[in-house]
């Protein structure tokens, strides 16, 4: 009978190795704090750059006098790589931790259950809440996403499936179109429809220039998707006696639908903290308005810019906690987004 | 019959009763492909094409199902008969055309959003027929492509978790369903482990008493073992062209061309 050797790392770092790394790392943070004492310097941005240099030439000296100067080279260009990617959490992280901080102060019960309509921006933060905004902004986004879904999948359709001769001039389009900034589309919905036709606010309105904004994004993330789903599925499906329009819906969209789902929410999250167009075209009322037809309608995005302007000290924590809303709203999007794109990886 | 006659295109006795290629040229873009073939598929035979690699072999079964046109630069000449009628006819219906000339491809494809028993009966909803009786047809269509015993329990399960021998099977089931009279198989072993290819080919021997078989192999021994026919396709540079037809046995004891000999004792290709 044979003996069954314990399973080992050997190419794994030694505990001695860790410490090693570890003496390094506390090392340069003292060096760093010393320095930035005794040196006129100060500020958080000192304390981070002269952190860095310091990390870089102490883990690049220790491995030079070790292993020789390429390993000096590669400890260097490694701790290089590691505060590219530390810079670009450093934003993330404290707009997070601003909004989370300023913001849970003014989230409250009554935040979710009643509206600013008998409420003003100076009474206290028992008194009033954010539901017209929230449901506003659902609403808005629902109506966006009934007209931009159909309209951005079947042009990424006939991107992939048709591939028509207007093909290139559409996809440049499309290109384009995801670079108009908001206001434009807001600007043109304004003078398209509402002065000349509706001559009213309205959510629809909002929702109109969301899907202006929405379509490009979903178009083209559905258009990546369609693209990789193999042609030997599309020629199966002809060869088997189907037409090509049968084809892809049965065969082609359900075998992308996980990704077309994740166009979707992409769509949802680009459009949910769209300020501008909805400065122009709903009018942000203070109460709940469920018919998005008529009325000022309200909106996250509006009543956080609305609440700042107030400029009271309840208000601006009324805005914070407003923001931190709608960050969370994105990020339930995101991650269901995630888990719905990576569910079919399972089976 | 003998079967020497089967397979000479001028032979009157033979057109109609089942597959004709005449005169079939293919083009991509400007580049010839494929020239002048003709060969006459006789009903309930399995016909061999082999040749090297880039001799036209596969665009040549293409041409047969009209497979051939969805390269957006491809051209082709000459005509396909199926039992008499030209599937290049105007006004033919080309998914019909499909529906009657089925097609198992080199990499197993099983539709990835479909459970093992959709994908058989995916045809049927594809071209929108109407069967009697569902499992009956699936159990009849699993069973002739040998799959029946390994999946009957999971047919719920998606396609994607079988193994590739097994989803090959799967999609020939899958052919099987609509019924076709023509079954062209282009490479449908060549990703695939001996163990598995050796479970098709017994079903391609079966299939064979009910249906028109055309396969393309690289495999000689392939070829020997599961054909009637064989036809030895060649390019020199230009478009490929058949070079020899004739039944398997003799392609493989004394071909007539010094080119055939070369390639089937494995002296080039």
Redesign the interface.
């Known amino acids: 009978m044979t003996t069954i050797p314990t399973p080992r790392k050997p190419w794994a770092a030694t505990p001695k190795d860790r410490v090693r790394d570890l003496a390094i790392l506390i090392g340069a943070l003292v060096f760093t704090y010393y320095f930035v004492e005794i040196t006129p310097m100060n500020g958080k941005l000192a304390y981070f750059s002269i952190f860095f240099l310091v990390y870089a030439t102490f883990s690049g000296t220790y491995q030079g006098i070790k292993r020789g100067s390429a390993a000096a080279k590669d400890a260097i260009v490694n701790s290089i790589v590691v505060v590219g990617a530390v810079a670009t959490l450093i934003p993330i992280g404290s707009i997070l931790a601003t909004v989370i901080s300023k913001g849970y102060k003014g989230i409250s019960f009554n935040l979710f259950t009643t509206d600013m309509s008998m409420a003003t921006p100076t009474d206290p933060l028992t008194n009033g809440g954010i539901l017209h905004a929230i449901s506003g902004t659902l609403i808005m986004v629902l109506i966006a996403l009934i007209i931009s879904v159909p309209l951005g999948i079947l042009t990424a359709l006939y991107m992939t499936e048709i591939k028509g001769r207007f093909m290139r001039p559409i996809k440049f389009l499309v290109q384009a179109m995801s670079g108009v900034p908001s206001v434009v589309a807001g600007l043109f919905i304004l003078s398209a429809i509402l002065y000349p036709i509706t001559k009213s606010f309205s959510g629809f309105m909002g929702a109109l220039a969301l899907s202006i904004l929405m379509i490009p994004t979903i178009a083209r993330t559905s258009e990546e998707v369609l693209l990789l789903i193999p042609s030997d599925l599309r020629e199966a499906g002809v060869a088997l006696g189907g037409t090509q329009w049968r084809t892809v819906a049965m065969i082609v969209l359900p075998a992308a639908r996980s990704g077309l789902i994740t166009a979707m929410i992409l769509g949802v999250a680009r459009i949910a903290g769209e300020t501008a167009p909805l400065l122009l075209l709903t009018g942000g009322g203070d109460k709940v308005n469920g018919n998005p037809f008529s009325g000022p309608f309200g909106s996250l995005p509006y009543y956080i810019w609305k609440s700042f302007n107030s400029g009271s000290e309840e208000a601006i924590t009324r805005a914070w906690a407003g923001l931190l809303v709608l960050i969370v709203i994105i990020l339930i999007l995101f991650i269901s987004a995630r888990s719905l794109s990576s569910r079919k990886v399972k089976r | 019959m003998t079967s020497a006659e089967m397979l000479t295109p001028e032979n009157p006795k033979v057109l109609g009763t089942g597959l004709e290629a005449r005169g079939v040229h293919a083009w991509f873009g400007k580049n010839h492909v494929l020239s002048d073939i003709n060969l006459n598929f006789a009903a309930g035979t399995v016909t061999a094409l082999i040749g090297p690699s880039g001799c036209g072999k596969s665009t040549f079964i293409r041409t047969i199902?009209r497979?051939h046109e969805?390269i957006?630069t491809a051209a082709m000449a000459g005509e396909v008969f199926l039992d008499g009628k030209d599937v290049y006819a105007s006004g033919t219906d080309v998914?019909?055309i499909?529906?009657k000339i089925?097609?198992v491809?080199q990499?197993p494809?099983p539709?990835?959003?479909?459970t093992i028993g959709e994908n058989v009966l995916?045809?049927l909803?594809?071209?929108?027929l109407k069967v009697p009786n569902k499992d009956d047809l699936l159990e009849e269509c699993l069973t002739r492509a040998g799959l029946w015993k390994e999946v009957k329990d999971r047919l719920s399960a998606?396609g994607?978790?079988l193994s590739g021998g097994q989803q090959q099977r799967l999609?020939i089931a899958?052919?099987l369903a609509?019924a076709p009279q023509v079954l062209l198989m282009d490479e449908p072993c060549s990703a695939l482990d001996p163990g598995s290819t050796l479970r098709i080919e017994e079903t391609i021997r079966e299939l064979s008493d009910s249906m028109t078989i055309v396969i393309v192999t690289h495999n000689m021994q392939q070829a020997a073992r599961v054909s009637d026919y064989t036809a030895f396709f060649l390019s020199d540079g230009g478009p490929g062209e058949m070079i020899e037809t004739a039944p398997t046995s003799e392609i493989f004891s004394r071909p007539k061309d010094k080119r055939t000999e070369d390639y089937v004792t494995g002296r080039f290709g």
């Open positions: 199902n497979m969805f957006p998914t019909k499909r529906l089925g097609m491809f990499k494809n539709f990835p959003s479909m995916s045809g909803k594809l071209a929108q998606h994607g978790s999609c899958r052919s609509v």
